[in-house]
């Protein structure tokens, strides 16, 4: 069964960090693009990170570029977002995702996996 397990959620101040993973299992997801989207209160679901097979190639939405950074783990099958200069706006449930291709992750597309995400609270 695979499965993709966040972790590293919590509560934190506004200008402090966190460091979110997601553990996959149950396959490989050495040739996937893995990725980190989030939903607030009250919003839809959107777009945060997504990176490419090998590390190679990254994209951000601009409310986190420049604070956020997305890396991966191959040998762990492990997907990280770290978290910068968090703002009492990135307050959401961060899920993380896998799926073949690269491309499109921002405009809405269906993704393969899922994970249950973790939620991450910034208080001002």
């Known amino acids: 069964q695979v499965q993709l397990v966040e972790s590293g959620g919590g509560l934190v101040q506004a200008g402090g960090s966190l460091r979110l993973s997601c553990a996959a299992s149950g396959r490989t997801f050495s040739n996937y693009a893995r990725g980190w989207f989030r939903q607030a209160p009250g919003k839809e679901r959107e777009f945060v990170a997504t990176?490419?097979?090998?590390?190679?190639?990254?994209y951000y939405a601009d409310s986190v570029k420049g604070r956020f950074t997305i890396s991966r783990d191959n040998a762990k099958n492990t997907v990280y977002l770290q978290m910068n200069s968090l703002k009492p706006e990135d307050t959401a449930v961060y899920y993380c995702?896998?799926?073949?291709?690269?491309?499109?992750?921002?405009?809405?597309?269906?993704?393969?996996?899922w994970g249950q995400g973790t939620l991450v609270t910034v208080s001002s």
């Open positions: 990176i490419n097979w090998n590390g190679g190639m990254t």
């Open positions: 995702a896998a799926d073949r291709s690269y491309g499109s992750w921002s405009l809405g597309r269906a993704l393969e996996h």
